[in-house]
């Protein structure tokens, strides 16, 4: 069975895996900074794992353009979130940050991956994930996080796409990241116009057929609401539905708001074509 090695946990991929949205960000494009205050932070991420979270993706920037954060104030938001889900919960811990040296202090507080949207654009973050013996996402962008890129054009997108990340995960595997480790993500809505995105999501076999695990990352985005007219409240169902479809396609892994929405249509999907549904709260163990 195939697996995901994150710095000493062994998460199964013969099931979808879905990670919860966590943010400690007074901006975010979804939640709005709802869950920034730390008690709330801390009764959401307990929520999530009840729903059946196999894995928390804690963010201290959003993707998005806005006001400066600066080093200093990212690791503030974030180290503490850590240590506390680490402390609080048996739940593989994801960090949605494009700083190595957010990934060095947060590894050292408990989390097991990095989950970075710039491509590895910092040269030493595949450098500490391997000292650490952590995961990482490797995930498409045409330019760098917060800065707009409205008009994005590609000879080939499916194909400047794969390629792309195929050269960060070679890149990721010369600095010594474990094969086991890595996980790829087209990046929606990262450097992509609405049908650029909707042609990824489509194309979800081509990053399949890499071997490496796919994330995928449609929980409402630009791109759901755009295709149906959808204000950011709702595109809960929409949501599912690609997350749903991703997973015909063979993607393993969901980054999701609705944690227990996704979590019962992946799971009713897994058992309609016959996989084994197992107690996903038993599915991350130590070794």
Known sequence: ??????????????????MGILNRTTDSFYDKGTYFDFDRFLEKADELVAAGADILDIGGVKAGPGDEVTLSVELDRVVPAVEAVASRLDVAISVDTWRSEVLDAVLDAGAHLGNDISGFGDPDYTKVAARHGAGVVATHIRLKPRVPDPNPVYDDL???????????????????????SVIVDAGFDLGKTTAQSLLLLNSTKSLVDTGYPVLISASNKGFIGETLGLDITERRLASIAAASFAMMLGAVIFRVHDVLGTVKALDTIAALRGDDVVDRFASAQET
Do not use: C, H, T, Y
């Open 1 to 18: 069975m195939r697996e995901l090695r994150l710095k000493g946990r062994s998460i199964g991929l013969a099931r979808p895996i879905v």
């Open 158 to 180: 499916v194909a400047n796409v794969r390629d792309f990340l195929l050269q960060r995960v070679d890149r990721a595997l010369r600095d010594g990241v474990d094969p086991r």
